[in-house]
């Protein structure tokens, strides 16, 4: 498996499939002495704070084992929160300096998602995705992955001990339709389905990729949000259904948005299975009129269903809102298209 060192924004626009905010899953480790292993998941690299310990030693923002003094290499085992290809893997030793591992690499594979930690750890399922590579101290460690596979969990590997700040597993949703009816209602949108957003005009105070997270907003923060706009025009972002699909409801939930929710919306959409969509190329797209541009409230979950124009199936969906604001949730459920 290839492997390569990459700049920190090689993998905007793909998704840490083991953030906890997605259901991801410190399962078991061989050490954690110091730090515990659910700090691997956590929002953000990790912060510091300067003479504050614990029973067991300085605190520290991540997962530390303590010196290892006899053969062998720490490890910790993690269930992602949603099946997918990866693609690409983020080792932040951040503010672990003197106590970082020098080396370090990743394994993953595919397992029930219930399957007992100490089965996981003996089973000869396991894939080295990363070989063993130098880490650096305080550093986002980055590596692409070239693995055309879908994976469950992952195990990190650290080369003989220390301390990792975060780790993000970069890559595609794979979603597993097999178990749902063919003529079911499915949010296409939702990142758990596939769903991608793929660009947007602005998201000064709010990142676009929250608007498919499972949920509602857990605050203002985790909404997408653009700044205030001082002349013509209205804010857009646009996002790739995981399938082609029917729209049959759709949903603009404006939670903890009061004083600067968008004051109405309008949905347009558009078949485009081959157009790889972003800011450039999305001018391109033959867009329909999905939904009229209509009245929004603050904090509120707005349903529409009797609205929707019928332009048959969609590869993508773009959400105006005037003139500009913050959107919590996009919720667009469909029947998929029948291959």
């Keep these: 498996m290839q492997t390569s060192i990459l700049e920190a924004s090689a993998f905007t626009g793909l998704i840490d499939l083991a953030t906890e905010k997605l259901g991801g899953k410190a399962l078991s480790c061989s050490d ?39 053969p062998g290499h720490d490890w910790c085992i993690i269930k992602l929160g949603l099946p997918g290809v990866i693609r690409g893997v983020d080792i932040d030793t951040n503010h672990f300096l003197g106590n970082h591992p020098p080396y370090a690499s990743l394994e993953a594979c595919i397992a029930d998602p ?73 949010d296409l949108a939702a990142v758990e389905f596939g769903g991608h957003v793929v660009a947007c005009n602005d998201m000064f105070f709010g990142n676009m990729d929250n608007l498919i997270m ?15 706009k001082r ?45 790889e969509m972003d800011n450039l190329t999305w001018p391109q797209a033959h867009w329909k009129e999905l939904l009229p541009q209509l009245k929004l409230s603050a904090d509120k979950q707005h349903h529409f269903e009797d609205e929707i124009i019928d332009i048959g199936n969609v590869t993508h969906v773009r959400l105006n809102i005037y003139p500009d604001g913050g959107v919590a949730r996009l919720r667009v459920h469909c029947r998929r298209a029948q291959t």
């Excluded at 998941?41 to 530390?64: A, C, H, Q, V």
């Excluded at 499972?214 to 205030?228: F, I, K, L, Q, Y």
């Excluded at 082609?244 to 968008?262: C, M, Q, R, S, W």
């Design 32 to 70: 954690e002495f110091f730090a515990e292993k659910e700090n691997l998941l956590m929002p953000g690299r990790g912060i510091f704070i300067e003479d504050k310990y614990t029973k067991n030693g300085k605190w520290m923002d991540g997962w530390e084992s303590r010196r290892k003094r006899g």
């Design 231 to 275: 002349g013509p025009g209205h804010d857009w972002v646009i996002v790739k259904l995981g399938q082609p699909g029917l729209v049959k409801k759709l949903e603009v939930d404006t939670a903890f948005h009061i004083g600067n929710y968008p004051d109405t919306c309008s949905v347009d959409g558009c078949y485009s299975p081959d157009l």
């Design 214 to 228: 499972p949920g509602r907003g857990r605050n203002m923060g985790d909404a997408w949000e653009t700044r205030r």
């Design 114 to 186: 219930n399957e007992h930690a100490d089965k996981l750890a003996a089973s000869d399922k396991w894939v080295e995705i990363v070989p063993r590579s130098a880490l650096k101290p305080g550093s986002q460690n980055l590596f692409a992955v070239s693995s055309g596979e879908r994976f469950t969990h992952v195990r990190l590997n650290i080369y003989p001990d220390g301390g990792v700040a975060r780790l993000k597993i970069y890559g595609d949703v794979i979603p597993d339709f097999s178990k749902i009816k063919a003529d079911a209602l499915v």
